[in-house]
Structures are given as structure tokens and as C-alpha cells.
């Protein structure tokens, strides 16, 4: 049951933008499927499903839709995909590092920062669009900075 309904998530995504985990809850139960919240967003996590911006007018609120993975590359882990799919600029100073993404990713790139359980990093802050990273030595900023932005240079060459 549970592969059926992941299968019928990605196909509802591929075929429409779905805004929310409820919109999802509600399309996979006009589908027959009993699903509660808890259930869509294990399965939206296990997916690895990425939450991106619409492209919208000027003036307009900010929409998302969920998408998933890029599937043309071959990511290393969840960290490595978050990375480059999320992260459009890298800057460090002393031992702090700024991640900027689009609205929204910077949770999403933070929890996989935190996962990945790097020594050099004691934590991470995730905002909007912005998230902090705290390094435990200024010795380390050099190596994590050029850490990320190999990350994220992988995906923009393939």
C-alpha cells in the first residue's frame, strides 16, 4: 500500500503543482487512498519530494509546489542534493557561513546540514531563505565554504 501510494504522490506532482501537504491529502483521497496528514508528510520526507518557488507576477504572494529530485543526476546524499539543488550563494566570515537559497529551502537545507553531522560544524540556523552556519574553529571556514561550494558546482556541471 504504502509504494502504491508514494507512486500515485509522484505522479500526482509530475502532473500538477501541488501547493501543500494537505492539497496532496486531498488529491490522494480522491483517489482512494486514506491517508492522514502524519502519513502524506513520512511520505513527502521519504520521497526526498523538494518544495520550489512558482514563478509568479510581480506583486503576487509567493507560491510553491512540491517537485521531485532531480533524477538526471546522481546525487551522493541528501545533503549533496539540498546543496546543489537549494543554494544559490555561499559566504563565510570568521566562523560563520551565510547559505542563501530560494524562499522557503533554507529549513530544508539546514536539517540536511545538521543530518550529515560534519565535525567542523556545531550547528546550523535556518531561516526563509537564509540559513547560518556555525562553525566550531575559524581554522575550519576555509574547507567547509569550498566543502559547499563543490556541492554545489557538481550539479551545475552536469
Request: hydrophobic share 45%; no cysteine.
Amino acid at each position: 500500500m504504502k509504494t502504491t501510494r508514494q507512486r500515485a504522490i509522484l505522479s500526482l506532482i509530475a502532473t500538477r503543482p501541488v501547493h501543500s501537504q494537505e492539497e496532496l491529502a486531498s488529491l490522494l483521497e480522491a483517489q482512494g487512498y486514506e491517508v492522514t496528514q502524519a502519513t502524506v508528510s513520512r511520505d513527502v520526507k521519504e520521497l526526498g519530494l523538494v518544495k520550489v518557488p512558482l514563478k509568479s507576477g510581480t506583486g503576487a504572494a509567493q507560491q510553491f509546489k512540491y517537485v521531485e529530485p532531480s533524477i538526471t543526476t546522481n546525487f551522493s546524499s541528501r545533503l549533496h542534493r539540498v546543496i546543489a539543488e537549494l543554494v544559490v550563494h555561499v559566504v563565510g566570515a570568521v566562523n560563520q557561513i551565510v547559505l542563501r537559497t530560494p524562499p522557503g529551502g533554507a529549513m530544508m537545507v539546514a536539517s540536511a546540514i545538521d543530518a550529515a553531522e560534519w565535525p567542523e560544524i556545531i550547528g546550523t540556523i535556518g531561516g526563509d531563505d537564509t540559513v547560518l552556519v556555525l562553525l566550531a574553529s575559524t581554522d575550519d571556514l576555509p574547507v567547509v565554504v569550498q566543502r559547499f561550494e563543490d556541492l554545489r558546482a557538481e550539479a551545475q556541471s552536469a
